[in-house]
């Protein structure tokens, strides 16, 4: 966006969107194009969702005399490890699939923002609590078509609600709480610092149990609190055999080397850390060109799975028995995961998929 030598400089994604209506293909209909844009309502224009003090009830608000709190002046102290402990119970109450705490390392944080105006998190801001959100897999895998975009926005608006409800209940501790979506720092790396998993090929985070099926939110505060430790569960070594994700990528922009790398390919790839880069600039045409996002690298990825026995199973042994990986690569490949999910079969066999998922 911030590229003007870039074909796409300041395209939208959704702007070639009435051309594909009328090409009439399943999952890319108006009705899907409704569906994944409405799925961002709470994430797009909830603003209170990123707000960085304390909510004031609306005048709409049914009982706002009983709902007015005393101010509280002075954080009282907590024991951190309970405090941790409850932070973390109560992001998981309110939808987290997975919750970390880091020490918040500056290398992450955005100098400036979309708008180009520098941003800053105050100095006494110590911790990042890093939440991720899980998405419909089964719509998800449908994608490059639009019912997978329906997945990825209803995501997005969960960690909006997330985000938001978890940095209220941090204030109302006594504490400073920032939260933060997309904006203010990197997702990935902070993931990685807090606990929740690896970095894959296709340049998202690998998490244990949910692959890459995870929308990640963040809350910064100076809430007191025990960080995570970074995992390892045999990531790198798999990545190197697997591929998946860059045979699959329908425009061709992750890496099949064997190896990471200190920089890519385009002026966008930010320099300086070992892994593999996306070609930033051919993933975006494709959105361009799709009229939507994609969510491809995280289906195809193997990592990205149910949490069937067979799968435990299987991570189980990229972690302790490496050698194997060639042959689950194989095995995944014959059993046909990963595969685009037909959009019209995904309408037929979910007539009521929106009420029936728990938890979705
Ligand atoms: S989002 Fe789609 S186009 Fe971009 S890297 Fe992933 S699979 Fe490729
Ligand atoms: S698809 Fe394979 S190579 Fe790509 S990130 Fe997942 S495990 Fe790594």
Not at 160 to 175: D, K, P
Not at 187 to 204: K, M, T, V
Not at 210 to 230: A, E, H, M, Q, Y
Request: glycine share 6%.
């Amino acid at each position: 966006m911030n590229d003007p030598d870039f074909r796409d400089y300041q395209v939208g994604i959704y702007s070639h969107q009435n051309a594909i209506f009328r090409l009439n293909r399943p999952g890319y209909s108006k009705v899907d194009a409704a569906l994944s844009s409405s799925a961002w309502t709470v994430y797009d224009h909830f603003r209170e969702a990123f707000s960085w003090i304390k909510l004031k009830a609306s005048p709409e608000a049914k009982f706002d005399a009983e709902l007015a709190q005393p101010e509280i002046n002075e954080a009282p102290i907590y024991d951190t490890k309970e405090m941790t402990q409850i932070i973390k119970q109560v992001a998981k109450a309110y939808g987290a699939a997975v919750v970390g705490v880091c020490r918040l390392n500056r290398n992450w944080i955005y100098s400036h923002d979309k708008r180009g105006q520098p941003t800053e998190i105050p100095e006494k801001i110590t911790h990042a609590i890093v939440i991720g959100v899980e998405m419909d897999l089964e719509a998800l895998q449908t994608s490059p078509a639009y019912p997978a975009s329906f997945a990825t926005g209803n995501g997005y608006s969960r960690m909006a609600f997330i985000q938001s409800c978890m940095a209220e209940f941090i204030r109302n501790l006594g504490f400073e709480a920032i939260p933060a979506g997309n904006n203010l720092g990197l997702s990935i790396p902070l993931a990685i610092d807090a606990g929740l998993g690896e970095y894959g090929r296709h340049g998202l985070l690998i998490n244990p149990e949910f692959g890459s099926n995870l929308r990640i939110c963040k809350v910064f505060t100076n809430l007191p609190l025990v960080s995570d430790k970074p995992i390892k569960f045999g990531v790198l070594q798999f990545c190197r055999t697997c591929k998946r994700c860059a045979e699959s990528c329908p425009s061709q922009s992750i890496s099949y080397e064997d190896y990471p790398s200190w920089s890519g390919p385009t002026k966008s790839n930010n320099p300086g850390i070992l892994k593999w880069y996306i070609n930033v600039e051919t993933c975006y045409h494709f959105w361009t060109q799709n009229g939507n996002d994609c969510s491809t690298c995280i289906t195809s990825c193997p990592f990205t799975k149910n949490r069937h026995w067979s799968h435990r199973l299987a991570r189980f042994a990229i972690k302790h028995v490496p050698f194997l990986n060639r042959i689950l690569v194989k095995l995944d490949h014959i059993l046909g995961y990963g595969k685009q999910r037909d959009p019209q079969t995904f309408w037929k066999e979910n007539k009521e998929f929106i009420h029936t998922r728990k938890g979705y």
